[in-house]
């Protein structure tokens, strides 16, 4: 399910897929340090998500904030790519968006909601309810191995 809304301040909206312009949201990507990304596999990224929110500043009519959640639908879910466009940063606009797409999951019954961060930010996270796993357990993440060319 998509979500969409409206909030207040700046002028924005929160917004379902519908509309998203790609490229733009691409450059807010870049702004807070993302790599660009092709904008053909964004689109089949956004295909399979489960929930998706974004902001788009009313004025300029392109996206300032966004983030998307991918899951099974029953049990688990985690959160992608939560960003905020530098110049929009601390207005709320980052708690907006989670704590929709929070309400969102949970409102599909989903308990266990995940997400991946960079060390600078997880402050902006534990507000919202999100802790290092209390069991201990740690996430890895498969590394390919480059063969050697001869």
């Given at each position: 399910?998509?979500?969409?809304?409206?909030?207040?301040?700046?002028?924005?909206?929160?917004?379902?897929?519908?509309?998203?312009?790609?490229?733009?949201?691409?450059?807010?990507?870049?702004?807070?340090?993302?790599?660009?990304?092709?904008?053909?596999?964004?689109?089949?990224?956004?295909?399979?998500t489960d929930a998706l929110l974004w902001v788009?500043?009313?004025?300029?009519?392109?996206?300032?904030?966004?983030?998307?959640?991918?899951?099974?639908?029953?049990?688990?879910?985690?959160?992608?790519?939560?960003?905020?466009?530098?110049?929009?940063?601390?207005?709320?606009?980052?708690?907006?968006?989670?704590?929709?797409?929070?309400?969102?999951?949970?409102?599909?019954?989903?308990?266990?909601?995940?997400?991946?961060?960079?060390?600078?930010?997880?402050?902006?996270?534990?507000?919202?309810?999100?802790?290092?796993?209390?069991?201990?357990?740690?996430?890895?993440?498969?590394?390919?191995k480059q063969r050697n060319k001869k």
């Open positions: 399910m998509l979500l969409g809304g409206t909030i207040s301040t700046p002028p924005a909206s929160l917004r379902t897929a519908e509309g998203l312009n790609l490229d733009q949201l691409n450059s807010v990507f870049v702004a807070v340090g993302f790599p660009r990304r092709d904008t053909a596999k964004i689109e089949v990224a956004l295909e399979h788009e500043y009313e004025k300029t009519q392109r996206p300032v904030a966004f983030a998307r959640a991918t899951g099974d639908g029953v049990f688990n879910a985690i959160i992608w790519d939560v960003v905020v466009d530098p110049s929009f940063q601390s207005c709320g606009l980052g708690k907006a968006v989670m704590e929709r797409l929070i309400e969102d999951l949970q409102a599909k019954g989903i308990c266990n909601i995940a997400l991946y961060s960079e060390p600078r930010v997880l402050g902006f996270y534990r507000p919202l309810g999100f802790v290092s796993d209390p069991d201990g357990i740690r996430g890895m993440v498969f590394i390919r």
